[in-house]
């Protein structure tokens, strides 16, 4: 891995409070490579456990710093609560859906295109034994029922293929639904969307989703990927800020938020009914997570 790559996951908020320990496990794990090319079984958080497989990033990161998008994965498991239901589109291998269905126990509607991932994701809710609380969903979303050509060797950057594209690159077809038309018979409180800049498109089919009244949250990247499509991703700012969300990032160690003008550059978590959301992420007890899995951390800053 490039120094570059070893900087960045230094720079995440539970590595870099543990970067001894950090290190340690990149290292590990890298000799472990050379000498055994088998996946090992990782305890996630609480009894929740995770494939950690050469190769595939995302669950490389978790090793190595716990949670690799600490506000957004900590705001989850401060708001979200097993009566709920989360929607995940862009699951990958289901870190966010092991952390809904299988340590929280909500019921995950769990959304990932690419065939490769999606036995990934499959095999770590089955690990998991959170089947029956995970509607497992091997399709893409966009603006309405289609099929779109998706890359599939990019590991966590896989994405539909841009209408530019040279045809001879690696490709998959993919059958593609709508947000609205997977969640008509569910209510559910939060969404997370992370589809490599076709959110736009995923957005425009998810006009009843949005006014749910149920929806309270929505995470979702915006990051300037979009501009591979020739979207423009401040018309999805501003139709979340039509439906009455707006913008705030989350600091898990503080239980706060920060309003917010724009989308940051990562994440952002947009919010409709702020004090209900307030409301939820404080009055969840602070010794809710496990000690083993927090055990990194500061005591004074426990999450």
């Not at 494939?51 to 090793?63: F, P």
């Not at 940051?264 to 959301?277: A, D, L, R, S």
């Amino acid at each position: 891995m490039k120094i570059s790559s070893l900087k960045y996951i230094l720079s995440l908020p539970l590595a870099k409070k543990n970067k001894t320990k950090t290190l340690s496990r990149f290292l590990y794990w890298g000799i472990r490579n050379k000498l055994n090319s088998s996946n090992m079984i990782y305890s996630f958080i609480g009894n929740t456990k995770i494939n950690i497989q050469k190769g595939i990033s995302t669950s490389e990161l978790q090793y190595y710093c716990g949670l690799s998008e600490f506000n957004d994965m900590g705001f989850l498991l401060h708001f979200l609560r097993s009566e709920d239901v989360f929607v995940d589109v862009g699951a990958n291998i289901g870190s966010y859906t092991l952390l809904s269905s299988s340590f929280i126990g909500a019921k995950t509607i769990s959304v990932e295109p690419v065939p490769v991932t999606f036995q990934y994701l499959t095999d770590n809710i089955s690990l998991n034994k959170a089947n029956d609380r995970v509607v497992l969903l091997n399709i893409g979303l966009a603006d309405k029922v289609s099929e779109l050509k998706f890359t599939s060797v990019l590991d966590a950057v896989n994405h539909v293929l841009p209408e530019n594209s040279k045809m001879d690159e690696d490709f998959i077809s993919v059958k593609v639904d709508t947000l609205d038309n997977i969640t008509k018979e569910e209510n559910p409180i939060c969404l997370k969307i992370d589809v490599e800049g076709y959110e736009t498109l995923v957005i425009k089919g998810a006009e009843e989703t949005l006014n749910k009244e149920t929806l309270k949250a929505i995470i979702i990247e915006l990051n300037g990927s979009a501009d591979m499509y020739g979207f423009d991703e401040s018309l999805i700012h501003q139709k979340l800020i039509s439906c009455d969300y707006t913008p705030y990032k989350y600091d898990p160690f503080t239980r706060s938020f920060t309003k917010l003008e724009k989308y940051g550059n990562f994440n952002t978590i947009y919010i409709k009914g702020f004090e209900f959301v307030e409301n939820r992420v404080k009055s969840l007890p602070l010794l809710r997570f496990s000690e083993k899995f927090f055990s990194t951390l500061d005591k004074k800053n426990s999450v």
